[in-house]
């Protein structure tokens, strides 16, 4: 049923697509096998959460896309992201940096964005249900433009003085980290992904804000729980869980 083995990967590389999410979902609905990994070059249209742009600086940029056939109960999906997250901070680590996750698919340095992860889950139509989990990590950047100047680094930025590391070498060492992380998740143990992910949270203690119902509600956020949902305080002591969506910094409004 699962899978105890190491996976056997197939590498799909190439110089430019629109986005590798796209091609590895296309792949995924021929049936390619599970750990299928597209990596390009270049994006021409990458896609973020929530309907936004990735923008690939050509050349600099790693992005690649993990096609996973999870055997998992549907609601448990979308905290595949988590193992994700957890793989490229301890990569990260691995290399000497000092990562923080923000819950529940960026990774930041310096409180700078440097990775995004988009997890798609597709069930429907004539393929089997898949997840396509897409992992995009500024390297060689050496600035960036508009709004992103003030919330993105890349590993470059962080160590202006070294040669940043080869991103084929860093994608390898991603999904060796990933392996056992997405491994253990299947056999319906997020706990190796959680401890990562709640040892390195950025967002814990700090003030943030969600939406409920349409309303926009203050909170302090807690860790991710046994599921993968980020807990969070609200002013008058009670206690929720977010599943994923969009969680901003707040007001601290004891300043
Ligand atoms: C986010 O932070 O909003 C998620 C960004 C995910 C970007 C990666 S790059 C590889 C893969 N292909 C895409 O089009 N998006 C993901």
Redesign the pocket.
Known sequence: MLPDKAPERRLVLKDRVT????LAKALAKEGCPDWTVVAANH?T??????G?T?V?DRGN?L???VVLRPKAEPSAVPSVTLTGAAAVALALEDLGFRPAIKWP??VLLSGK?LC???TEMVSGGKSAPFVVM???LNVGNRGFPGELKASATSLLMERPDETPPDRTDLAKSILNRLEPLYMAFCRGDLSPALRVCRRLSWLKGKPVIFERDGKVMNAVAGDPDGLGRLEVFLPDGTRETLLSGEVHLGLNLRD
Do not use: E
Not at 19 to 22: A, C, G, L
Not at 45 to 50: E, F, H, I, L, N
């Open positions: 986005s590798t999410n796209d994006q249209a990458g896609r973020g959460r929530m936004r990735w690939s940029a992005q690649f896309s698919n960026d964005k995004g992860i988009l897409g992992i995009g």
